[in-house]
């Protein structure tokens, strides 16, 4: 790891705007096209509760707060378009339900996905990001990873469920990558032994599976729309893995850098829209760490067989910031302003940041 994080050059992450909730909140998103953001989570009886907010300046107003049966895990707006901006969230009780935020007393869309929880979700094909079909994916504490086509009711257009006799393990993560036409489609799931597995959606099978030895809180393609390029996965021990996802050798997968970023465990990453080789993770210490990917000379070389092998890059931290004292737990960069940011804390505290001078890096 290189670089100092002093001059006048490096990155700094502001705290622009706190808000205090009055509920524990799971996941925060960005209203795409808007200066509004979502808080979804659970009220201390049992409830879940989206609220919808809008930036003014320095400040956060609350425009809507509604209350919904179950605690809601996890949101995406990924699998609807630009106009409709509808969101899909995936509750306590394993519902995936999709909302319109002008009129959200009825889901536009609802199936009871999973027996379980549900802990991740992400969508593609919608904001005019990724060809093909709208889709989602959820990953569930009953050890399947569903993907479903809104535009089919009940049943999911694909099912990776533990094979027969393999023990269910909790997935906790979900990503979609690899949509840059019509015919191609990737999900990665990680779970909580260590796993990581890559479905190829196009022949519906395995493609690619390895264990980081901890519990995978989080993945993510560096972009979804684009030939699969690198994934980053984070874990409970405070490590995280760039995986180079370019070249996949027959027996050795894909080239690897790993980091050990912190003590405890890496909650979330989450890559800036507009430079696919700086991503930001979140931490259980109540920090985030910004980082940048650098590649080798070459991304591949001939093994000693004349196979193809990946080399991986390197990575150097470029700021950290210690914001919380409880986990932050949710984070989401604005699709719409380079360096404008928003994470959610166990503190049920939501924080607007402002990350300056990322075009120098």
Known sequence: MSAALGGPERPQVVSHVQQALSYTVFDCKWVPRSARLLCLGSVARGTGLVQLYELHGARLELLREIEKPKPIKCGTFGATSLQQRYLATGDFDGNLNIWNL????????SVKGHKEIINSIDGVGGLGIGEGAPEIVTGSRDGTVKVWDPRQ?????????????ESKRDCWTVAFGNAYNQEERVVCA??????????????????????????VCSVEFDRKDINMNKLVATS?????????MRTQHPTKGFASVSEKAQKSTIWQVRHLPQNRDIFMTSGGSG????????YPAQRSKKDSEGSEMGVAG???????????????????????????????????????LIVTKLNKV
């Open 314 to 352: 390197s990575l150097s931290l470029l700021q950290n910031v210690t914001l919380s004292t409880q986990p932050i737990s949710s984070l989401d960069w604005s699709p719409d302003k380079k360096g404008l940011c928003v994470c959610g804390a166990f503190d049920q505290t939501v924080r607007v």
């Open 102 to 109: 002008e009129a959200p007393e009825i889901p536009v869309y």
């Open 153 to 165: 009711k009940d049943i999911p257009v694909a099912n990776m469920e533990p094979v027969q006799g």
């Open 287 to 294: 920090s985030l760490h910004l980082w940048k990917y650098e």
């Open 190 to 215: 990680g779970y909580d032994n260590g796993d990581i597995k890559l479905f190829d959606l196009k022949t519906m099978s395995l493609r690619w599976e390895t264990n980081i030895k901890n519990g």
């Open 236 to 244: 409970l021990e405070g490590k995280f893995h760039v995986f180079d």
